[in-house]
Antibody
């Protein structure tokens, strides 16, 4: 049974760096083809894809957030970490991590989400 | 980058209705297209992948079709549990992209 769960601060001040952790079970990032992505959703708005990491450490990022995003993995600990630097009010959102079974696949399992508010 | 556009943005319907939501891609995505259902306060749920393949456990009243740049999600007979927001997503290449969503509410 695949599960994912996001964790991180609920409140972050503007200009700070936001660090979110996705802890998962039921699959391994040692397995060829498997990946984990991050998606966010501002209150009342649409889903926005942010970043993705493959089992082989190949990483992809949303061009709109540019160098503000960093995604890493700790395969043995079954964790994927997303950092968002220099946050502002527009980064207020629910952040989701999600599992991808193989290359070119949909997100079949999602975490429940972590709500983050950026405010001073 | 590929942009995804859904229509309509809001759809009002009744129990038993047949409803169709359209998703258009700004470039050819072949059939690398997924549909998700999201209810308030919950994570999205995968309904359909590869444009027309039903995810396990999803009721057969849901169906998807299309290829290239135009796709549709059809619910053959609306049930109370189907009132939610629906998103399409292309995964043909990075950056992945979602549509802006279609909110399906009760007429």
């Amino acid at each position: 049974q695949i599960t994912l769960k996001e964790s991180g601060p609920m409140l972050v001040k503007p200009t700070q760096t936001l660090t979110l952790t996705c802890r998962f079970s039921g699959f391994s990032l040692y397995t060829s083809g498997v990946g984990v992505g991050w998606i966010r959703q501002p209150p009342g708005k649409a889903l926005e894809w942010l970043a993705f990491i493959y089992w082989d450490d190949d990483k992809r990022y949303s061009p709109s957030l540019g160098a503000r995003l960093t995604i890493t993995k700790d395969t043995s600990r079954r964790e994927v970490v997303l950092t968002v630097s220099t946050v502002g009010p527009a980064d207020t959102a629910t952040y989701y991590c999600a599992h991808q079974y193989s290359i070119r696949d949909a997100f079949d399992f999602w975490g429940p989400g972590a709500m983050v508010t950026v405010s001073s | 980058d590929i942009q995804m556009t859904q229509s309509p943005s809001t759809l009002s319907a009744s129990i038993g209705d047949r409803v169709t939501i359209t998703c258009r891609a700004s470039q050819d995505v072949d059939t690398w297209l997924a549909w998700y259902q999201q209810k308030p306060g919950k994570a999205p749920k995968l309904l359909i992948y590869k444009a027309s393949t039903l995810e396990g456990g999803v009721p057969s009243r849901f169906s998807g079709s299309g290829s290239g740049t135009k796709f549709t999600l059809t619910i053959s007979s609306l049930q109370p549990d189907d009132f939610a927001t629906y998103y399409c997503q292309q995964y043909e290449n990075f950056p992945y992209a979602f549509g802006q969503g279609t909110q399906l509410d009760f007429k």
